[in-house]
């Protein structure tokens, strides 16, 4: 069995000093992890020193950036090359996050570049998706999904090495306490799996889970056998809650 994906995603809500006091505090602990893999994405500014951080860790944890560019290299200035990351070790990096769709515009066509030149850069995308509470309301959840399902991996074709995670962040439960129902979640996976699937032309492709998890609700999402864990926002950011949500998945010894 895979590990569970633990996507921490602390978007611009640490400073890169607040950002490695948390890893400092998150290293004197020792989490059996067994079952999951954890993932941390700070900003840029902190990527490199919270990877080098990790090594000094009892269990094991990887570092993932908040979005790249679509090209590698070039005359793009504030950009950040996907090949780059994977230069200072990022494992991981998020695609397609509902907040730049919204306040960066990022379109379908962008989120599609992005995602091709992840792959080819040795990362593994979590491609971000989902609808907004007036889509949900239309009755429109599905097809919203598939569309950005079919325009986000158009051409994309996974090589033996490749692997790729899809993330279901329904708009309306991001960062509004309003989070999905696990039964609910399960419904929308169990589509996004066929559908990916079927545009990938691989079997179970792996689902995460976003929207509003802390570590009241995080078991209930993780017991689940279409999800196939979680990214977590504003409850990754504040230690106590991670830490409080780390202890309910797994063992800590301290
Ligand atoms: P949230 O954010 O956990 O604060 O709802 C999730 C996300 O945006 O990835």
């Known amino acids: 069995m895979p590990k569970k ?4 995603n602390w978007k611009m809500n640490l400073s890169p000093k607040n950002s490695l006091e948390f890893l400092r505090k998150l290293k004197t602990y020792n989490f059996k992890l067994k079952t999951f893999e954890l993932v941390i994405c700070p900003s840029f500014l902190s990527l490199p020193e919270i990877k080098s951080l990790i090594p000094d860790f009892k269990f094991l944890i990887h570092v993932g950036a908040q979005d790249c560019f679509w090209a590698e290299r070039g005359a793009y200035t504030g950009e950040i090359s996907p090949a ?12 397609g996050h509902s907040e730049r769709r ?3 515009k990022e379109t379908d066509e962008m989120i599609n570049f992005k995602l091709k030149a992840a792959l080819s850069a040795g990362l593994v ?5 989902g609808e907004s509470q007036s889509e949900r309301d ?3 959840a599905e097809s919203r999904v598939r569309i950005q399902l079919k325009a986000g991996l158009t051409g994309i074709s996974l090589k033996k090495n490749q692997k790729i995670f899809i993330a279901y962040e329904p708009v309306w439960a991001i960062g509004t306490g309003k ?11 169990h589509l996004i799996k066929k559908e990916a699937g079927r545009f990938l032309k691989i079997k179970n492709v792996p689902v995460l ?22 990214l977590v926002g504003g409850a990754s ?8 949500l780390l202890r309910k998945i797994g063992r800590s010894k301290d």
Do not use: T, W
């Open 179 to 189: 989070f999905c129902p696990p039964n609910e979640a399960v419904r929308m996976h």
């Open 5 to 8: 994906l633990i996507v921490a």
């Open 125 to 129: 995308p979590i491609f971000c998706l």
């Open 102 to 104: 919204q306040y960066l």
């Open 209 to 230: 889970y976003g929207g509003s998890v802390d570590d009241k609700n995080v078991a209930d999402y993780l017991k689940q056998e279409e999800v196939d864990g979680v």
């Open 84 to 95: 780059d990351l994977r230069e200072i070790g990022c494992k991981y990096v998020i695609i």
């Open 237 to 244: 950011a504040k230690a106590d809650i991670f830490l409080s």
């Open 138 to 140: 239309r009755g429109q």
